[in-house]
């Protein structure tokens, strides 16, 4: 039996349906894909090795970057501490502290402990210029996609306006969104001179397994200073700054599983539509020998080609959005980029599949057993 | 040599909750290679005989033996698998798939058969040739009149060559010239393949086109007699 023939001419049979049908799964594919892209970006960013290593300092009792400030001398007196192998000073200058979906985040280092410690890798551009000239900036390669952002641009966001030497891809996901430059330049340029003090301090420890210990040595080290810390391993941090993103998240499932619940409806009425009027024509099938495992076959194939198809442009869409909207999610300076991964692809693929297989199930099922001498007598 | 034999066979069903007998122990021979009509008003369980006779319809009592085989001994599968290399069924409504050419309507019985593509487009082009729809091959039904489109119907029934082809009121729906041809076509098939045929039509002037005429009534058959009748 030429099945793909049948199940291609079928879906055409009623043009303007399976249009429609197409539509509304491709659209719930594209939201389920485009939330389970930012999940996976969740993880990604939390799951970094270096994360394991890594400690933040943050002004106690404070939030949001814009509002932690602490002397850049504190360095010092960190790395003096046993257990850590180095500490990198970070000033943070961002658009936005609450959730967004264009966030512009520039962070200020020292350049030469940058290098050190964070693994990022140029992909263009002069990391030489870099570390020469002071108004210099690498840009992560997700925010230069995002904005469309070349080596030899300036870039130019309130009092701050870079020169784009390079753009670098890191070993963790967040860092591909910001904007790395020169520390006394950003302590310099943002709208409140602030030459001396820092956002946070990112600490690397000699051994994982030691980061809570050397956190509690960190914030009593400053207890009784102007400015107390409160310390946090990296995951921790990030998990915190990304609460509200989680909560949003977990809202835009449940929206996401309504939408698949709609596209399965949407599905099963045109699956049962089509078995419908097609009554007697698979009883002719019958007729010429054809067996109910054919029949059932037909109407399954047909659900699956639509859900193939319905995926594909609902993939199709994601990709697009997510390539070329130009969004990533950030909050409070930790940015999340959405995440297309091949596993992605697949659970939007099995998503729909499902959607078919349950909505055609039984109508198929039904399509089998018909009663020939019946079905030919359908008007 | 009898090709088809139907012992004691009784159908009932239900239709709006009364029980219809359409087939009361009816006992029936048709010989091999037989242009066998079968009349009668309507509602006399013509169709529901050739129903039977063409395995889409299982007996109540009784047994039907065609080719020699006990339909009665078969399942749903081998039964589906014997229609397909014994049976050709031409429909009144013709019954051709709306999407499909008039020539991948023709295939679509080959598909249940080990053939080759070769072999199935050789049968195929003949098939159509045979009922003079050489030039239709890419013509999908609704780009045909209802004459051709009973043609295509017949060259689906015919192009497996089976040996056993059932007509139920094939000129039903048809005006008389397209029923002539039609008629005349399923003579020919007759005398040219040696294939058995069982027409059921209420039309006596459309029985006269048979070798030999029954009339089914009450649920029992008896010799039409086309004088009689004044056909």
């Known amino acids: 039996m030429r099945y793909g023939l049948l199940l291609r001419r079928n879906l055409f049979r009623r043009r303007l349906r399976s249009l429609l049908t197409l539509g509304g799964l491709a659209c719930a594919v594209a939201l389920f894909a485009t939330v389970e892209s930012l999940n996976d970006g969740l993880e990604k960013a939390l799951g970094g090795d270096q994360a394991r290593r890594t400690l933040v300092v943050y002004r106690k009792n404070r939030y949001c970057p814009q509002t932690s400030h602490l002397p850049e001398y504190y360095a010092r007196e960190i790395s003096r501490l046993d257990g850590v192998s180095s500490v990198l000073p970070v000033k943070l200058f961002l658009n936005n502290c609450r959730t967004s979906l264009d966030m512009i985040t520039f962070q200020g280092t020292p350049v030469e402990t940058m290098l050190k410690q964070r693994r990022i890798e140029l992909v263009s551009g002069d990391l030489a210029r870099f570390e020469r000239e002071p108004d210099a900036a690498l840009v992560g390669r997700g925010f230069a996609a995002r904005r469309g952002i070349t080596v030899g641009e300036n870039f130019r966001f309130s009092n701050v306006n870079v020169k784009v030497v390079g753009i670098f891809r890191a070993a963790e996901s967040t860092e591909e969104e910001i904007i790395l430059t020169h520390l006394e330049y950003l302590q310099r340029a943002g709208p409140v001179n602030r030459l001396g003090t820092v956002t946070q301090f990112d600490v690397l420890v000699d051994d994982p397994d030691r980061a809570g210990a050397v956190a509690t040595a960190i914030d009593e080290l400053f207890a009784d200073s102007e400015e107390p810390t409160d310390t946090r391993p990296k995951i921790a941090f990030l998990e915190s700054a990304t609460r509200d993103l989680r909560e949003i998240l977990r809202f835009g499932r449940i929206f996401g599983l309504s939408c698949a619940l709609v596209a399965l409806a949407l599905m099963g009425g045109t699956v049962v539509m089509g078995v419908q009027e097609r009554y007697r024509e698979f009883g002719a099938f019958r007729t010429i020998g054809y067996k109910a495992r054919h029949i059932a076959g037909l109407v399954l194939g047909e659900a699956f080609l639509l859900a193939v198809l319905g995926a594909a442009t609902g993939l199709g869409l994601a990709t697009l959005l997510v390539a070329f909207g130009g969004i990533a999610v950030g909050v409070e300076g930790v940015q999340v980029a959405f995440s297309l991964t091949p596993m992605l692809f697949g659970k939007g693929l099995a998503m729909a599949l499902i959607c078919a297989g349950l909505a055609a199930a039984v109508p198929a099922w039904r399509a089998a057993r018909i009663d020939v001498v019946q079905a030919l007598r359908t008007i | ?231």
């Open chain 2, 1 to 231: 040599m009898s090709f088809i034999e139907l012992s004691r066979v009784t159908k009932t069903y239900r239709r709006a909750g009364h029980v219809v007998s359409p087939l009361v122990e009816v006992d029936l021979v048709v010989e091999q290679g037989e242009f066998f009509v079968l009349l009668g008003p309507s509602g006399s369980g013509k169709s529901t005989l050739l129903n039977l006779l063409a395995g889409i319809d299982r007996v109540d009592s009784g047994r039907i033996v065609v080719g020699g085989r006990d339909l009665s001994a078969l399942g749903p599968g081998a039964l589906a698998d014997w229609r397909a290399e014994n049976v050709g069924y031409i429909f009144q409504q013709h019954n051709l798939v709306p999407v499909l050419t008039a020539y991948e309507n023709v295939e679509l019985p080959l598909g249940l058969l080990p053939l080759g593509r070769a072999d199935r487009h050789e049968r195929v082009a003949l098939a159509l040739e045979a009922v003079g729809l050489g030039d239709r091959h890419d013509h999908l039904p609704r780009q045909l009149s209802g004459g051709q489109e009973q043609r295509v119907a017949i060259a689906r029934a015919i192009v497996a060559d089976p040996p056993l082809l059932v007509a139920d009121e094939p000129t039903g729906n048809l005006d008389a010239d397209s029923a002539d041809a039609v008629l005349t076509l399923l003579q020919r098939i007759n005398r040219e393949r040696g294939a058995t045929i069982v027409m059921v039509t209420h039309d006596p002037r459309a029985a006269r086109r048979g070798s030999r005429a029954m009339r089914l009534d009450k649920g029992s058959l008896r010799h039409f007699d086309h004088e009689e009748a004044g056909a």
